[in-house]
Structure formats: C-alpha cells, structure tokens
C-alpha cells in the first residue's frame, strides 16, 4: 500500500468519525503514550540463560519446535530488536531473573543489579522501559511446587532472599532509566491433591512476602504487582497464592494486582475484574493472553474479549493500567507472536479511544440503551483499520500485513541458520 494510499484511507476515516465527534489525532496521540510491555519468554521459550538451566517448571510448558530459538542473549536480542523495528509506538520490555548476564553460575538469591547492567544498557538504546519478575520455578529449590510457602524453612528463606534480591535490580533498573520498572512476583506453590492445612500455607506466604516487601522503595524507581492463578498443571487442588489470597493482600499492603487474563475459571474474564479492583487500588498490572480451554497462554488476537479489556483500560484511565504481554507459541515464527499479539493490543486500545465516550456514557445513564446498543454495533464497522495503518505510517513501521515478508526475511537469514 503506498504512502498516498494510506494518507488518503485516514482522511476518509477521519472524516467518518469526526461525525461521531471523535477526533482521530487526539486518538492516536494517546495511543502512541500508552506501553506495553512484551515479554522477552517468547523468544527462547522460557529457558532463559542460568549456565546451569534446568528449564521451566511449577506448570510453565512452551510447547512447538519451531526452528530459529534464541540460544542465548545476542540473539534473543538481535530478535527483539527486529521486532521492535516492526512494532509501532510505545515499548517496554518484561524479563525474569533467568535471563541475567553472567558467564558463571549464580545462585538466584545471589543475583544483583550488575547481572542485568547490559540489559538496562540496551533498554537505553532502545528507549524502551523495563519490567521484571522474579523467577520461582524450574530450580531444584521449587521442585515441590512449594517456595515462599514451603514447610521447609531453609526453601522460604532462599525464595525470600530473592525476591529481595529482585526488588533491589528492578529499583535499580527503574532509578538508571528514569522509568519505574514494575516488579511482578508469582509463584508456582500448591498441591496436586487433596490439601489438609491450606491456612498453614497461606500463612506462610504472607509472612514471606511481608519480609520481601519491608523495605520500602520509592515509586519513581519500582513497583511491586503480585498474580495470582486459579489452579497450575500439579496443583491442582489447591494454590496458594489465589485470587482471593492476593486481593486481599493488594489492597491491605497498597500493592499492585496483577491480573492475567489465562488465570481464572474459563467462565470469567479480566475485562470484567478491572473496574472493580481500581475501586480498591490505584493502579494495577495486567498480563494479557489468549487461555484455549484453559491458561494455554496462545498469541492474543484481536477478539471481543481483547477489545472489552481495552475498553475497560481506556474507560478507567489508562494512566491506572500497566499493560504486560504473557503467552508462548513454539509453533509458529516467534517475531510474529510478538508482532501478532502486540499489534492486536495497539488495535483494541485504538478501538477503544475512538469510541464517543462521552455519548455512550450518556446515553447509559438516561437509559437509552437501544440507541446505545445500536450506536456500540456501527463503531464495528468504523474504518479502524485505516487509522492503524496511518499510525503506522508515521510510526516509521511496515503498514498492514508489509511485516511478513520482513520477518520471513530475517527467518531465513538470521534464524533458520541458528540450527
């Protein structure tokens, strides 16, 4: 599509939703400021890069053999890199702890700022911000599926000490690129079977987070977020860290709640969650991907329930509302997972800021619901697709479906040849 071609589908968009009185610049404006954070998982398939991996566990399977995996931090760099190329507006990127920097082993509750100074650097080329999260799984220490809640007191301690180990990287990875890095601790711990002393356990996870989070560190620099699960492959009688576990401990220690869109019962939806946890909390995290039957964590489309979450974050003040990616497909192109999902994020949020807010909010409100149902099913056919592409255009990146020749290129030039 040409430049002409673009420019001129937008002005005829423009045009269709000014009679709406939605303005498309300020639209796009907006959509430009608002991050989203793509996990750096999808490109390795959670293996990270500990010398002495043991790969992921605690419920965490990648599944596919899709040639050209990042093997190890140049590449999995050199892949982002070309996705960023490909991906308009605002980025961030979200690591775990695995994949730290260091020729040698190092224990997790031994890691520090330095093990990840080479990624803030790149952070800082890419002017992109970084996230991060503690790793508490596929280690010889969470081979009971039990961590911060273990019995073993010696197995809590070690969990602890990284924990607070992570917080001091992500404070100082937020403090050298003048941008609060959000910190999201999960977990792995529950019980395959029946369960007798679930007390006991939640109790012992809230004392070690209490001891993780005693140090208070400035909000400029970090964020804490904590997430829950409904059930993992191995726990499936009882989590600990449940959704109602970690609301309550949100809203008690003025916390961050993450909400990830694969971790509930197949019948609810986060789009739903977000308007009632920011009654109770000033800001929250959201880790978005596509559950098939159940937290199958598949590439987010652009589908009803991605749009009502955009919704949701655009009515509720998107300054409220981190926005993180979650999901590992080893069967596809895995440029094109991160290109895919993050696209159809951008596109739900834009569909979202071009709503007349203010009439629908209207018209709900006088119980004009026939008109307001009706004006809701003629925004789907508004020309959206025209307005992405112009902010494409101007985002200096491939417009439509130009990126998939780019990324087959480099598929056959960089990544088939890894092996």
Known sequence: MTEKTVEQRYLSAKAQYAELGVDTDAALKALADIPISIHCWQGD???????????????????????????????????LCKAFSLIPGAKRLNLHAIYLDSRRAVARNKITPAHFQSWIDWAKEQK????????????????????LSSPDAGIREYWIEHGIACRRIAAEMGRQLRNPCIMN????????????????????????????????????????????????????????????????????????????????????????????????????????????????????LFDDELRAIAQEIVRNGAERVHIGLDYFDATINRLEAWIIGTRNMQKALLSALLEPAAELTELERSFRNGRKLALLEELKMMPLGAVYDYFCLKQDVPVGADYIAEVESYERKVQFKRG
């Open 185 to 300: 601790t999960w977990i792995p711990d529950g019980f395959k079977d029946i369960t007798v002393d679930r007390a006991g356990a939640r109790a012992r996870l809230e004392e070690s987070l209490d001891r993780i989070f005693s140090v208070k560190i400035p909000a400029k620099y970090m964020r804490d977020a904590v997430e829950s699960k409904l059930f993992g492959i191995g726990v499936e009688s009882c989590t600990v860290g449940s959704n109602e576990f970690y609301l309550g401990y949100a809203v008690k220690n003025r916390l961050m709640l993450c909400l990830d869109s694969g971790h509930f019962h197949p019948t609810e939806v986060i789009s739903d969650k977000i308007s009632a946890v920011l009654r109770f909390l000033d800001e929250i995290l959201l880790h978005v991907s596509r559950p098939v039957r159940w937290d199958s964590d598949h590439v987010v």
């Open 128 to 147: 992109a911000g970084l996230d991060f999260n503690p790793t508490y799984f596929g280690h010889p220490k969470a081979a009971s599926n039990l961590t």
């Open 45 to 79: 398939d959670v293996v990270g890069f500990e010398p002495d991996a043991g790969g992921a566990s605690g419920g965490i399977l990648s599944t596919g053999n899709y040639p050209g995996r990042a093997r190890n931090i140049r590449e999995l760099r050199a892949d």
